[in-house]
């Protein structure tokens, strides 16, 4: 994350309250580092005061309190411009979320953030909630894969893109956070292929 | 957890060192309280002094501190008798393994415990590498499940069974500890009808 300001016209900072988004960056940025260097129990006002600059009172009054601080983190980190991989094939388009998710969480300067989130909603009902809601946003992103799928002959007509998107990523997040296996290029792959044939089933048909 | 010391004769006293088993039953029953109560962050040899009877110096000498503590409780966790379901067919166990999975974990009270191992595991790697073994010695057990689904036809001969059981809690975990989605036994038959999928494919099969 560049410490600098952006540029005038960048996205996102020409909207109405431009100081207003830089100060929330600059406050999500301070939160971030707060929980990757304490994780969510020693996260303090203070520590995101000092790194963002911006006064106690402020934190206090915009956001309520480190529970605020981190919910508005997650939201903000929700508000990219990602979108799902499209390889031209349903098989190449899972191989690659699955690679994606890998490559995430095996680096450790681009584990750390989201890693600290998750690890938030144990102690923070306002940061599951949050946890929730970005990835309810994640999976509703990936809709388009599937109906290309579907359109292509790939996938039942039926196929829930939420219920695929949740099949790709679950074996991945539970060697990561539950089991505490290593992950790999494989892991991915075994992943994406048992999704696909359950796919391919109608295992992974919308409810009703 | 009853707080009697079990009869002579109950299962696990009669070894040598039966005193050393209920001391460490003792501690083993103050760490889950102390990381219920209190979290990993908030666990303190004080606490487990306190809610176990045992001196300060021995926890000490014995368990080294905190992160010892924690993980020889996960160890003993692993030391009970279970066994997976058996109930005449794939499908049958499969959807029992998953709904187990789904009342331990909606259930508060047969909840806590292992959620708050899990999330212990974010901030000691002593921890993380006790779950780790912890998951994999349940997998190993099994085996059996898989062993009969392959006599009676159900799965393919390579079938891994670790693959397999990965496969059906996956989407069960995914959901109460990373997308915080509400589980329920609907869940639990998904998970299940989708891995049994899979299997039929033959997308579990062991690697070689």
């Not at 095996?106 to 600290?116: I, L, V």
């Not at 388009?144 to 196929?159: C, D, M, N, S, Y």
């Amino acid at each position: 994350m560049p410490s600098e300001a952006p540029p005038p016209g960048a996205p996102g900072t020409l909207r109405p309250g431009g100081r207003t988004a830089r100060t929330r960056a600059a406050v999500r940025d301070a939160v971030l580092a707060g929980l990757v260097e304490h994780g969510y129990p020693g996260l303090t006002i203070e520590y995101v005061a000092e790194h963002s600059g911006v006064h106690k009172t402020t934190l206090y009054r915009r956001w309520g309190g480190v529970e605020g601080l981190v919910a508005d983190a997650l939201d903000f980190a929700g508000e990219d411009s990602w979108t799902p991989p499209d390889t031209g094939s349903l098989e190449g388009d899972l191989r690659a979320l699955a690679l994606e998710i890998v490559e995430t969480f095996t680096d450790p300067a681009s584990a750390a953030a989201p890693t600290a989130f998750i690890a938030a909603a144990f102690q923070s009902d306002r940061a599951a909630d949050a946890l929730r809601g970005f990835y309810a946003e994640r999976f509703a992103r990936c809709a388009p894969l599937i109906e290309r799928a579907v359109e292509r002959g790939e996938a039942p007509p039926a196929t829930d893109a939420g219920a695929v998107v949740r099949a790709v990523s679950a074996p991945l997040f539970l060697r990561l956070f539950i089991t505490r296996e290593p992950l790999d290029a494989a892991a991915a792959d075994q992943a994406a292929g048992a999704a696909l044939a359950a796919i391919r089933a109608g295992a992974h048909a919308s409810p009703g």
